[in-house]
């Protein structure tokens, strides 16, 4: 299944300002002052970062109501940075569980989280295929729901734990 697209494009303002057009509201995305951009909003790094630690959090809140786990609250705190010596990008995620856990199930959402399809997408690396476009796509307002992610945390979680089904 194909997602839908996001559109990326310039606004005009600024040296690196852009407007994303996804599911919802369109929201700017912008480079720090100290690189020319104008701080107004997340950096590409922010939103991958961002990417991650969202299909941590919902992975985890699905897998913990599947299995009627006692989870309060779930919070994922992710960095990005760069290894000099290796070129590597490096993601550190930090996950705060509260509730009535065993020490077990703890375990366990920390293995839900890293089956998490962004986490499998970012371990697995991606095929990126570029082509010029003859048009710009236009930006639909009222589009369909995108249901792509949904279905791959779904298959996340049966794979790790089979009983854990809707």
């Given at each position: 299944m194909t997602s839908n697209p996001v559109i990326v494009e310039e606004?005009?303002?600024?040296?690196?300002?852009?407007?994303?057009?996804?599911?919802?509201?369109?929201?700017?995305?912008?480079?720090?002052?100290?690189?020319?951009?104008?701080?107004?909003?997340p950096t590409p790094y922010d939103l991958l970062s961002s990417a991650l630690g969202a299909c941590t959090v919902m992975t985890?809140?699905?897998?913990?109501?599947?299995?009627?786990?006692?989870?309060d609250?779930?919070?994922a705190s992710v960095t990005h940075r760069r290894d000099e010596a290796t070129a590597r990008?490096?993601?550190e995620r930090n996950v705060f569980i509260e509730g009535d856990l065993t020490q077990a199930q703890r375990d366990r959402l920390l293995v839900i989280a890293e089956a998490c399809p962004i986490s499998k997408t970012l371990h697995a690396g991606a095929e990126i295929v570029t082509r010029?476009?003859?048009?710009p796509v236009p930006v639909v307002d009222d589009r369909p729901c995108d249901r792509t992610h949904p279905k791959a945390m779904d298959e996340s979680c049966r794979q790790v734990d089979p009983t854990a089904v809707a």
């Open positions: 606004t005009g303002e600024g040296l690196f300002q852009v407007r994303a057009h996804g599911q919802g509201p369109s929201f700017v995305i912008d480079e720090p002052l100290d690189l020319g951009g104008m701080a107004s909003g985890i809140r699905m897998y913990a109501r599947r299995k009627g786990l006692s989870l609250r779930v919070q990008d490096i993601f010029v476009a003859p048009q």
